[in-house]
């Protein structure tokens, strides 16, 4: 993406009173002006995040500085050597775990996002969040499974591919127990109310909250392409129309029962018909962690 563009699309996003900007790729570091993006959009006065996958060039990392608000990191695995071999990128966790002690350095808000693999056990689970809080010494957050098909669609949600036996029921067990361990008291960023509406979903009851896909997020391409979210198709141009508070096309036929991507799912809880709600559920189910996470370390 050009820079220009890049600029223009911060520039319409904080006129139209967008507040949070998360760039995204591929591996987002490499983007030759990912320092100065995102500088450009905290001048607008925007929250700015990325995710890396570990290979973050340290050169990068310094010239954010205080320019991004929020840094994750992809954290694949308890067992190093398989966290390199999931990646397929040799040394990968070495080279993770240290962007991750460069960035506490900095003071830079991060946490570990983990896919959670169909194939992996509760037992799993809980290995990888004790390591992410105790070896790795950061909050944990879950990647809901979701598979790419190669016409570039997302299956997601409820309807995971059956290509492996009680893979429904494995998926929900392993959210239910990353949602145990956050109220037990481990540093887990993850939503509760959005661990509990996968619940929902798996048990087969209506979730709470509603996706705001197309609504309160968007999600711009390389071209300025506006869509509601990678699942459905293209909204508009950025070039053509620059008022994103008009009413977008229905996404109605959007099934919210099944599709529980975090990217959009966990970001319309930030809407503002529900934000004080969630935050209420959010400070009681683990009051500590977010008095931590303030800067308030007393017991």
């Known amino acids: 993406m050009k820079l220009d563009d890049l600029s223009f699309a911060i520039d319409i996003l904080a006129k139209n009173d967008f507040s949070i900007i998360y760039f995204t790729g591929g591996e987002t570091a490499f983007y030759p002006h990912l320092a100065e993006a995102a500088r450009y959009a905290k001048k607008k ?18 010239k954010l500085g205080r320019d991004l608000d929020i840094l994750s990191v992809s954290v694949d695995h308890y067992d190093e050597g398989l966290w390199d071999k999931t990646k397929q990128v040799p040394g990968i966790s070495k080279k993770a775990k240290a962007i991750i002690r460069m960035a506490k350095a900095y003071g830079m808000k991060i946490y570990a996002i ?3 693999n169909p194939r992996w056990t509760v037992n799993d689970v809980e290995k990888i969040i004790h390591y992410v809080n105790e070896e ?10 979701y598979i ?42 993850t939503a509760t109310c959005y661990m509990r ?4 979903a798996h048990d087969g009851h209506p979730m709470r ?6 609504r309160t997020i968007l999600t711009i391409d390389c071209n300025l392409n506006v869509f509601p979210c990678y699942k459905r198709e293209i909204l508009f141009n950025l070039r053509e129309r620059q008022d994103l508070h008009m009413p ?16 959009y799912k966990e970001a319309s809880l930030a809407s503002k018909e529900t934000f004080f709600g969630v935050v209420k559920e959010e400070l009681l189910s683990n009051s500590k962690f977010y008095l931590k996470l303030l800067g308030y370390n007393r017991s």
């Open 136 to 145: 790795l010494g950061i909050p944990f957050a879950l990647s809901y499974p």
């Open 148 to 189: 790419s098909s190669n016409k570039g669609t997302f299956v997601v949600g409820g309807n995971l591919p059956d290509s492996l036996p009680n893979t429904q029921h494995n998926v929900r067990n392993m959210v239910a127990k990353v949602l145990q361990m956050k109220l037990l008291g481990s540093d887990v960023v």
């Open 114 to 116: 983990t896919f959670l």
């Open 197 to 200: 509406d996968v619940l929902k």
């Open 248 to 263: 977008v096309p229905d996404t109605s036929r959007c099934d919210t029962t099944q599709c529980l991507i975090n990217c």
């Open 45 to 62: 006065g925007m929250i700015t995040s990325i995710t890396t996958n570990g290979t973050i060039p340290e050169t990068t990392l310094s």
């Open 209 to 214: 909250y509603p996706c705001k896909a197309g």
